[in-house]
T-cell receptor, first 114, second 108 residues
Framework: NAGVTQTPKFRVLKTGQSMTLLCAQD?????MYWYRQDPGMGLRLIHY???????AKGEVPDGYNVSRLKKQNFLLGLESAAPSQTSVYFC?????????????FGPGTRLTVT | GQSLEQPSEVTAVEGAIVQINCTYQ??????LSWYQQHDGGAPTFLSY????GLEETGRFSSFLSRSDSYGYLLLQELQMKDSASYFC?????????FGPGTRLSVLP
């Protein structure tokens, strides 16, 4: 099992450009999450999904959109990138029930917006 | 809103015991989790406390007191590889909230 994978690993964007980050998990997890982590800080939840076809806003959703068309994939989109979106983006997944709190994280995408 | 507080840094020597505290200000949450993150790496799950008390997993233990809105992670027999950042997290509804993290440095 690959666990949680993220594509790409690194990206540099110019202000105003758009891009999509792809997250895939092969553990048949119901829940998936997108976080951002800024230097020296904790993770902040951007959006999450509790199942295929559903998405919801987290703590810092502005400037981002998400889609979960397939259970194993969770896409994060930036329509018009801004320097404030320079960060490391982590995707995570977890199962239902008592194991819900055990999240599995991908390796991260390091995004720089100039 | 929800907020969690952790000490920013802790230093200890190899073989020692260290406790990392986490206090939270939220209600209606479903337990306290702990994650480890090495520099440049992804967070990895360590433990989860749904109920008050102590949970032990090898060298790591985690404690929760919901009446005191407080928990801690206890690391025993510290090893150099334990040098990392440690985050507490609470599940509030479907929304996970992470603490700012504690950077642990283990000295030889």
């Amino acid at each position: 099992n690959a666990g949680v994978t993220q594509t790409p690993k690194f990206r540099v964007l110019k202000t105003g450009q758009s891009m999509t980050l792809l997250c895939a998990q092969d553990m048949n997890h119901e829940y998936m999450y997108w976080y951002r982590q800024d230097p020296g800080m904790g993770l902040r939840l951007i959006h999450y999904s509790v199942g295929e076809g559903t998405t919801a806003k987290g703590e810092v959703p502005d400037g981002y959109n998400v889609s979960r068309l397939k259970k194993q994939n969770f896409l994060l989109g930036l329509e018009s990138a801004a320097p404030s979106q320079t960060s490391v983006y982590f995707c995570a997944s977890s199962s239902q029930g008592v194991r819900h709190n055990e999240q599995y994280f991908g390796p991260g995408t390091r995004l720089t917006v100039t | 809103g929800q907020s969690l507080e952790q000490p920013s840094e802790v230093t200890a020597v190899e073989g020692a015991i260290v406790q990392i505290n986490c206090t939270y200000q939220t209600s209606g949450f479903y337990g306290l989790s702990w994650y480890q993150q090495h520099d440049g790496g992804a967070p990895t799950f360590l433990s989860y406390n749904a109920l008050d008390g102590l949970e032990e997993t090898g060298r790591f233990s985690s404690f929760l007191s919901r009446s005191d809105s407080y928990g801690y992670l206890l690391l025993q027999e510290l090893q150099m590889k334990d040098s990392a950042s440690y985050f507490c997290a609470v599940l509030y509804g479907q929304n996970f909230v992470f603490g700012p993290g504690t950077r642990l440095s283990v000295l030889p």
